[in-house]
Every structure is written in structure tokens, then in C-alpha cells.
């Protein structure tokens, strides 16, 4: 099966024009499509255009949620009445979720992050429990898919399951507990033989790597120029049995 990775198109932000033209039939879209729900448009642009798109939100598509007083779930909510957290793609099953991070320093994450002012806006250390439990929460999620799936899944989040594909740039940094879930890791250690592949975005980096016999895949546009030789990554993957 052959399917596009794209993230982070960031598509409230002036950017160059999206290469409709490099994309797949199969689009997997792995969060941060804009900031809010506005990005919604151009997920169902994508579909009207005769595209096959699974999304999930990422961190950004939450950036309302104080302005418009919404609460966490809410948002997921209103976004997976579009995009449910699961299809079929080409006989191969696709899931996901956001997949979060976890935030073991509530005031750094405070001071150098923009989610919590955004996202929750209340009180840092309650705020950061929350973040956690969402993370765990995820985590759950797919542990419970794998465990009665009869066959192999594509999972997607938006944040990373593992360190490995995080940016090498800022390897090292304490920001990069704010870009990974390290509860997936588990996932990833138990669950190969049902894992197909697993993309997500929110590094605006691209990179890929084998863990534990997984492939994991990560292709984010980010912000204006912040990739400019940036284009789909197409991927094509076999199914195994589980």
C-alpha cells in the first residue's frame, strides 16, 4: 500500500502552495494542520480533490481551546466527527491519536512552551497532570487496539513514539520531553509484529529510523521557510501478518 506523509502544513501561516501533484491517493496527515480547527478546510479540500485522508489532531489543532472555551476533549471530539481515529486504507487498518507528551518540569514547560497558555490556561502544575494523563491516556489507547486487532496496524500521532527520530539538532535539550510520548515506547518494544509502520510529526524535522523492526516515519512541513526544499514523503509498505 502507498500513502503520502505530510505534517505540520501550519496552513494558517502564509506558506508556498501545497504540491497536490507529489501527493499520493492514500494521504496520512499527522497533525498540526493549522492552529485550531480552521485546518479542517483544508483536510476536507484534500478529500473533495478525490484523496483518501486520515488525520489526527496534533498539539496545535488545540490552540483555540482557551479562546473558545473549549475544553480538551471537546476539540478531539468535533475533529474525529470529520476524521475518526481509525480507517481502512487499501485493506491496511490505520490508527491514531494525538499521542501528546509527557512534562516532568511544570514551570519550564510554562515558560518556554506556548500549549499551556493555549490549550489549558489554568494553573501550570494541574495543568501539566492533565498533559500526562492525556499522554497515558493515548498510550492506553493504542495498547488496547493492538492487543485485540486481528491484523497489523499503520499507527499514527502527531507526537513521537520514541527519542530516535526526534531532531538531532537539539539532541540533549530538555525541551525534547515536550515532543515525544515515552509511553509508545512500549508499544514499539512489545507490539512489532503488529506494528506495519508508525508516523507522526511536531519535530518540523524530517527523519526515519528502524525500532524495534519498526519503521518510523516523520515528514513535517513546519512554518515558512522553515523546510523550503520540504515535499510528501511517499511511503510504500507491505502487509505482515500479525
Not at 481515529?85 to 501528546?100: L, P, Y
Request: aromatic share 12%.
Amino acid at each position: 500500500m502507498k500513502f503520502s506523509l505530510i505534517s505540520d502544513m501550519h496552513v494558517d501561516f502564509p506558506q508556498n502552495k501545497t504540491p497536490y501533484d507529489k501527493l499520493e491517493k492514500n494521504v496520512i496527515v499527522a497533525g498540526d494542520t493549522s492552529n485550531g480547527l480552521l485546518g479542517l478546510k483544508f483536510l476536507n479540500k484534500l478529500r473533495n480533490k478525490g484523496f483518501n485522508v486520515f488525520a489526527v489532531d496534533g498539539n496545535h489543532e488545540h490552540y483555540s481551546n482557551v479562546s473558545q472555551n473549549r475544553d480538551v476533549y471537546e476539540t478531539i471530539d468535533k475533529f474525529r466527527e470529520i476524521f475518526p481515529n481509525e480507517t481502512n486504507m487499501d485493506g491496511v487498518r490505520v490508527a491514531g491519536c494525538n499521542g501528546w507528551y509527557t512534562v516532568t518540569g511544570a514551570m519550564s514547560w510554562v515558560s518556554y512552551q506556548n500549549d499551556h497558555a493555549n490549550i489549558f490556561g489554568k494553573e501550570p502544575v494541574s495543568d501539566a497532570e492533565r498533559v500526562n494523563y492525556l499522554a497515558f491516556q493515548d498510550y492506553m489507547h493504542l495498547k488496547d487496539l493492538l492487543d485485540n486487532s486481528p491484523d497489523p496496524l499503520l499507527i499514527v500521532t502527531h507526537t513521537a513514539p520514541c527519542e530516535e527520530t526526534l531532531d538531532p539538532r537539539f539532541a540533549g535539550s530538555f525541551s525534547n520531553e515536550w515532543y515525544f510520548n515515552p509511553f509508545m515506547y512500549r508499544l514499539l518494544e512489545k507490539y512489532s509484529h503488529k506494528i506495519l509502520a508508525w508516523c507522526h510529526g511536531h519535530t518540523h524535522a524530517r527523519s526515519q529510523a528502524i525500532v524495534h523492526g519498526v519503521p518510523v516515519y516523520c515528514n513535517p512541513r513546519g512554518y515558512p521557510n522553515e523546510n523550503p526544499e520540504w515535499e510528501p514523503l511517499t511511503i510504500e509498505i507491505e502487509i505482515k501478518e500479525a
